[in-house]
């Protein structure tokens, strides 16, 4: 049974890692899916070739998410190739760990640029063309509570992300339209990888977490679809930490 079958979903940065993780998973389950992707049209051409034998229709866009016009437009082809939105999955964003010291205006205006004010727009923009009933997840982190050193930028962002779902779960509640949110834990992606997850770092993680290994972005994925569901039509406001036990 195909729970999300006949349902549209919105991804942004759904190219790569977690993003990609979502959209193999939505459109597995029925979903007709449309990401964007910021640069990489490879990543994204390879992953709709991948999944294009399901029986989901899969569409890429190239959008700045921080574009309020990029995100209308975005919202407007979606609806007019699918007609009305159902579930969007609020996960584009950036990090960089760094001292305070090292911390300047453009990096801030950048994290939160991509990982505050994006969703704050995509949701405005999407809500025009959704179905009342709709889901709404926002991609959080647990380092939000967490709260390790050198992140007092990136960590704040994703503390603003618990603020936006928590307030617009009450707001958007007379529509039944649910807003959520996942808090993944380490996840081994590309980005992971590119920043410094070496083997040895990953095997220094996996210490700390209960369940004895590392995050895959299919576990996020797995989370982010049941909270799109009918099944979860009882379910709002909810951060959901998706994390092997890591706190």
Do not use: C
């Not at 899969?58 to 990029?70: N, R």
């Not at 437009?73 to 007609?83: E, I, P, R």
């Not at 995509?122 to 959080?140: E, M, Q, T, V």
């Amino acid at each position: 049974m195909l729970s999300l079958q006949e349902k549209t979903a919105v991804v942004t940065g759904g190219s790569q890692g977690i993003g990609a993780g979502i959209v193999r998973k939505l459109a597995k389950q029925g979903a007709n899916v449309i990401f964007t992707y910021n640069s990489n049209k490879e990543a994204a051409e390879r992953l709709i070739k991948e999944i294009e034998a399901s029986v989901s229709k899969v569409v890429a866009v190239k959008v700045d998410v921080t574009k309020e016009l990029e995100l209308e437009s975005l919202f407007d082809t979606a609806s007019k190739q699918f007609g009305k939105i159902d579930i969007l999955v609020n996960n584009a964003g950036v990090f960089q760990f760094l001292p305070i010291e090292a911390s300047t205006l453009e990096e801030v205006n950048r994290q939160f640029g991509i990982n505050v004010i994006a969703p704050i727009l995509a949701i405005k923009a999407a809500l025009k063309h959704f179905n009342d009933g709709g889901s709404i997840i926002n991609i959080g982190s647990i380092v939000a509570t967490m709260a390790p050193p050198n992140s007092v930028i990136y960590s704040s962002s994703k503390a603003a992300i618990n603020g936006i779902t928590l307030v617009l779960s009450k707001e958007l509640a007379p529509r039944k339209i649910r807003v959520n949110q996942v808090n993944p834990g380490s996840i081994r992606t590309e980005g992971a990888q590119k920043a410094g997850m070496s083997p040895e770092a990953e095997e220094f993680m996996v210490k700390t977490i209960p369940m004895g290994r590392i995050g895959f972005p299919e576990d996020i994925a797995n989370m982010t679809a049941f909270l799109a569901s009918d099944e979860a039509e009882w379910i709002t406001g909810e951060i959901m930490m998706v994390s092997g036990g890591a706190r």
